[in-house]
């Protein structure tokens, strides 16, 4: 699905030989703007795709730098010569811009797909104090970048210089509670020979970052594919809302960012029982790593589905396909039936029958990263 994403162009473009970059600092609910001198002009439009963010128009070199990252590597900028590097500034206790802006890179890297091996990321720490290694390992994790970048920290004299290298602004050690958590956010985009080229300051728009990546990792970059739902592997996964236990809904397309695995089944399945158990036992192991089962009863009451549910200590949320009209849309026509959704809702893979337990390994990890756990 690679080139899926639809790519944004700006309405307008702004041409200068010098143009100040405000950069929105969000602390606390309070918005300041930091004003960063640098020579920059934004794309003019052409027939050809050209980079969306704040283009630094004399590409200046990128400041070097030597920190280790969330699992004690040493890393330098250096060492990515040769490929674009997205290096971006933020602390794993912000509770505000931070958690958006590594979902969007999250985002952005999984709209890419394998491509997105040719690009590196690295975050800096903004808050040295705070950002332990499991502190910057566990906000790694939360935004499924656990093994997909490096989140660098060091003492704040480390630090500092380079946050002045590139114009980033963290709050004093030993700052008040209304302050201590205000910083700089802004993600730069340096080239395979180590120039700063692309500027974004703030929150980021996906469809902006994928495009910039795709340009100078040197990926294909093409108009949006647009399909149809359907219950075929490439194709967006139709859409549904039903009830649960406890009158608790489901709504499929709210569980984007997340990997599901639809279940459909019957109590008077026998194949279906001896599957379930295992289903428990993935979703237990790897929900922390954004995997869930959905089990979708098919025409049978509330009481026999959660009863024989109980019965076989299900784990996962199990809904009710009263009426068999998501059955139809699914094209089920035997059980168990199967269908494995990745984060950005399309489906990856069908499966008539028991899954076996190879499963897990073939098909869910891959769509998880290597930090999926059992």
Same mark, same amino acid.
């Given at each position: 699905m690679e080139g899926a994403a639809a790519i944004h162009r700006p309405r307008s473009a702004v041409v200068g030989t010098r143009v100040?970059?405000?950069i929105a600092l969000l602390a606390l609910g309070a918005v300041g703007l930091v004003f960063i001198p640098r020579n920059a002009v934004n794309r003019v439009t052409s027939s050809r795709p050209s980079l969306a963010g704040t283009v630094l128009f004399k590409k200046p070199p990128a400041p070097s730098f030597r920190l280790r990252d969330q699992f004690g590597r040493i890393v330098?900028?250096?060492?990515?010569?040769?490929r674009p590097v997205v290096l971006t500034f933020m602390e794993s206790h912000c509770t505000q811009l931070c958690p958006r802006v590594a979902d969007k890179i999250h985002q952005a890297v999984d709209e890419i797909g394998s491509g997105s091996n040719r690009v590196a990321i690295l975050a800096v720490s903004t808050d040295p104090e705070g950002d332990t290694p499991a502190a910057s390992r566990e906000f790694s994790r939360q935004h499924h970048l656990l093994d997909r970048w490096h989140y660098l920290?060091?003492?704040?004299?480390?630090? +500092?210089? *380079?946050?002045? /290298?590139?114009y980033i602004y963290a709050a004093p050690k030993g700052a008040s509670p209304s302050v201590d958590a205000a910083h700089t956010s802004a993600t730069y985009l340096v080239d395979s020979a180590g120039r700063e080229r692309v500027l974004m300051g703030g929150d980021l728009t996906v469809s902006d970052l994928e495009l910039d990546i795709r340009l100078l990792a040197g990926l294909p970059v093409g108009p949006p594919v647009r399909l149809d739902p359907a219950p075929e592997v490439g194709h967006p996964a139709p859409d549904f809302v039903l009830s649960g236990a406890?009158?608790?809904?489901?709504?499929?397309?709210?569980?984007?960012?997340?990997?599901?695995?639809l279940n459909f089944w019957a109590s008077s399945c026998l194949p279906c029982r001896s599957e379930m158990p295992e289903l428990?036992?993935?979703?237990?192991?790897?929900?922390?790593?954004?995997? +869930?089962? *959905?089990?979708? /009863?098919?025409?049978?009451?509330?009481?026999?589905?959660?009863?024989?549910?109980?019965?076989?200590?299900?784990?996962?949320?199990?809904?009710?396909?009263?009426?068999?009209?998501v059955s139809i849309k699914y094209d089920v026509v035997g059980l168990p039936s199967s269908f494995l959704i990745d984060r950005?809702?399309?489906?990856?893979?069908?499966?008539m029958g028991v899954v076996r337990s190879a499963y897990l390994a073939q098909h869910i990890r891959p769509l998880l990263g290597s930090g999926s756990g059992t």
């Open positions: 100040w970059v405000a330098t900028l250096s060492q990515f010569r040769g920290s060091a003492s704040r004299g480390v630090l +500092t210089p *380079i946050w002045h /290298d590139y406890g009158g608790k809904t489901v709504h499929l397309n709210a569980l984007r960012g997340k990997v599901v695995l428990s036992q993935w979703y237990k192991g790897t929900q922390k790593s954004g995997f +869930t089962v *959905i089990g979708v /009863d098919e025409l049978e009451g509330a009481s026999a589905a959660m009863g024989y549910a109980k019965q076989l200590h299900v784990t996962y949320p199990i809904v009710l396909d009263g009426d068999g009209n950005r809702g399309v489906v990856r893979a069908t499966t």
